[in-house]
């Protein structure tokens, strides 16, 4: 018998700090939510094309091998091309931003992705797009609840922020009372996990390529969605549904060629959940919350918490945001897809405001019924007008070591422990042409 922990969910963790926030946010770094993300950065006043090419330089070192012999460095290269077009007044657009990325170690981080392809057409009070785009819903810093639209980009990072293109049409209404946001989403795409030869992953790995669906269209069912959102003074929120197949698979343990896997299984759900924010001088009170059915018993869950951020601190020019959250699940050690549901989260935001638009983030989240804890830093800097620097570490502790002997299961109440041997850095260097 072989141990088993399924490979974690998308960690919460801190929005990223590799984007630098506007110098002088209400509070700083917590912009309004977004009733949706934009294509790609609008060209500049007059001009109809805008393109951009990133070229990345990335290197991970661990503290010790993998628990299943992994290698302590892995680097590896990325590209990415932003590429956007307007024409009619800027009533009619084109966006396309293709990924890749070439990992030394892992084959399966080996990956291109479309991450946007679309059309898009702006009338007076309405939008219409048509093809692969990114949404983001969603508040809170440390656990992207309710953000659902797009499945998760696991090899490229844990953190649940890097996500693949969802192919879909989306029609919004711009109203007085608010958007309302009408989705169809066309053609599921599956998660994406790190190889035998890759970190960050459960143990045995999964078995991506034999993933099986609930429904009987499998990946080829119609997703729908649609969501309000309105601001009102210092109030932002919105309220969403989605009805389709769930972007968090569970993990049936099951043997290839012999081999101990684990095989994704994909459910239909439904999903109401609202977010909200209300911003009063240097506070924000930040709250994600859901009801959701179809991967097993109903369950409510929520995040919540708040932002106070100390401009000048310290007599500086720069600004502190100080972070506080808490996580609750009710599902308990049953929640397959969340590390946490009984969780504290206190973080540190620095924002230098200067010409480099320096930023650090430090983050803590603790299970107070395990005692499980992962420590999170990510801090990026300017190198002149051409390059990026970013640095981001993670540390996990708590949970008991691995035991060999144990039947091929989930255990539940110790969901990280698949990952106390994955400590690392990871140095990534941009160049902008």
Do not use: C
């Not at 302590?72 to 657009?93: C, H, I, K, N």
């Not at 396309?96 to 702006?122: G, K, M, Q, Y």
């Not at 009801?291 to 018993?297: E, F, K």
């Not at 100390?310 to 929640?335: C, P």
């Amino acid at each position: 018998a072989v141990a088993a922990d399924a490979p974690p969910a998308a960690m919460p963790a801190p929005r990223s700090a590799a984007v630098a926030q506007p110098a002088t946010p209400p509070p700083a770094g917590s912009p309004p939510p977004r009733a949706r993300i934009q294509p790609a950065p609008a060209p500049p006043a007059g001009a109809e094309v805008y393109a951009d090419v990133d070229l990345g330089l990335q290197t991970r070192t661990y503290a010790e091998r993998g628990s299943a012999g992994q290698s302590r460095f892995q680097p590896s290269v990325s590209a990415r091309l932003e590429y956007s077009r307007t024409w009619d007044d800027g009533r009619s657009g084109f966006t396309f931003t293709p990924f890749l990325r070439v990992d030394a170690e892992d084959d399966e981080r080996t990956h291109a992705d479309l991450r946007e392809l679309f059309w898009s057409r702006v009338g007076d009070d309405w939008e219409l797009h048509v093809g692969a785009r990114q949404v983001f819903w969603g508040v809170t810093e440390f656990n992207h609840l309710v953000d659902i639209v797009n499945q998760t980009d696991f090899v490229e990072n844990i953190d649940g922020e890097d996500k693949l293109g969802q192919p879909m049409v989306q029609v919004s209404l711009v109203r007085d009372w608010g958007i309302v946001d009408l989705y169809a989403l066309t053609g599921f795409r599956e998660r994406t996990f790190p190889g035998e030869d890759g970190r960050l992953r459960g143990l045995p790995p999964v078995d991506a390529d034999a993933a099986v669906y609930a429904s009987g269209a499998g990946r080829h069912r119609v997703d729908g969605a649609v969501r309000w959102s309105h601001h009102a003074g210092p109030f932002s929120f919105g309220i969403h549904h989605f009805s389709g197949t769930g972007r968090d698979p569970r993990y049936l343990p099951s043997l290839v060629d012999g081999e101990p896997v684990l095989i994704p299984e994909y459910h239909v759900i439904d999903q109401t959940g609202f977010d909200g924010q209300a911003l009063f001088g240097d506070w924000a009170w930040k709250l994600e919350a859901l009801s959701r059915s179809g991967d097993g018993p109903r369950y409510e869950a929520f995040t919540a918490g708040f932002e106070r951020t100390l401009v000048g601190a310290f007599g500086s020019r720069g600004d502190l945001g100080i972070v506080v959250e808490y996580m609750y699940d009710e599902r308990d050690e049953a929640a397959y897809n969340t590390l946490f549901e009984h969780d504290v989260a206190l973080g540190a935001r620095w924002q230098a405001n200067d010409l480099a638009g320096t930023t650090a983030l430090f983050g803590v989240i603790w299970d107070v019924d395990t005692e499980e804890y992962v420590l999170s830093l990510e801090a990026s800097r300017q190198l002149g007008a051409s390059w990026e620097a970013v640095l981001e570490g993670r540390v996990f502790g708590g949970a008991p070591p691995l035991d060999a002997g144990a039947p091929l299961a989930f255990d539940g109440e110790v969901k990280s422990r698949a990952l106390q041997d994955d400590d690392f850095i990871q140095i990534e260097l941009t160049r902008y042409f």
